[in-house]
């Protein structure tokens, strides 16, 4: 199967300016999330939709970052105004829920390789 | 609010079995450990899970005590291309409950050496 798309792959902005990143989830995956990756750190949950609606986004700074997934498919993680603290990884990941028989416990997670912002 | 403890870096030889443990003292009845690996520059990827005692697959195994509180990821005759940071998470089984738990620690980083 196709693995999760993101774009674009690097993205270089001043401080104060917007920045909009793309997720393609895994076809058929009903649940979406948006993680960011600081260097050195593991990956932050920032939000997390199941279809169209949103789960949990305790952890994502409404003051300046929005998310939104659309006919619970793509989704977009903007950042609007940039800070030089959010020079990180966000990181796209999907799961579907576990299938019987499989002997899956939970939902497994399938990240897309990420977009890498540096703010200037 | 099961916390994971790992250790932040360990190294090995090509061809050494590699274990690390994660400690998660307040795991849940219903949690499950599931484990991830992440190469550089590319999203973290799904290695293995599991509720109690021994799991394997052909990456790696995943042992787990009777009271549950740690785990240990076992990666057999490792090579160069498993040098890699392993996270440990405990989730439970309806995801769209996990909240907090859905972030992962800093992992272990673990370097292979020739």
């Known amino acids: 199967e196709a693995g999760v798309a993101q774009s674009p792959r690097y993205k270089i902005i001043e401080k104060r300016q917007s920045v909009a990143f793309w997720c393609n989830p895994i076809?058929?995956?009903?649940?979406l999330y948006w993680y960011q990756q600081i260097l050195g750190q593991g990956p932050k949950l920032l939000i997390q939709f199941q279809n169209n609606g949103v789960v949990d986004d305790s952890q994502l700074p409404k003051d300046r970052f929005s998310a939104e997934r659309l006919k619970g498919v793509d989704s977009t993680l903007k950042i609007q105004p940039a800070k030089l603290e959010d020079s990180a990884v966000y990181l796209c990941a999907s799961s579907r829920l576990p299938r019987q028989g499989t002997g899956d416990l939970g939902e497994k997670l399938f990240f897309g390789s990420g977009t890498q912002l540096s703010v200037l | 609010l099961a916390k994971t403890t790992q250790p932040i870096s360990m190294d090995s030889y090509e061809g050494q079995e590699v274990n690390i443990t994660c400690s998660h003292n307040n795991i849940a009845t219903n949690d499950y450990i599931t484990w991830y690996q992440q190469f550089p520059s590319q999203g973290p990827r799904f290695i293995i899970q599991?509720?109690?005692t021994k799991v394997t697959n052909e990456v790696a195994s995943l042992f787990i005590p009777a009271d549950r509180k740690s785990s240990t990821l076992s990666l057999p005759r490792v090579s160069l291309s498993d040098t890699a940071v392993y996270y440990c998470l405990v989730l439970p089984p309806m995801i769209k409950a996990a909240g907090n738990k859905l972030t992962f620690g800093g992992g272990t980083r673990v370097l292979v050496k020739p």
């Open positions: 599991g509720y109690k």
């Open positions: 076809s058929g995956h009903a649940t």
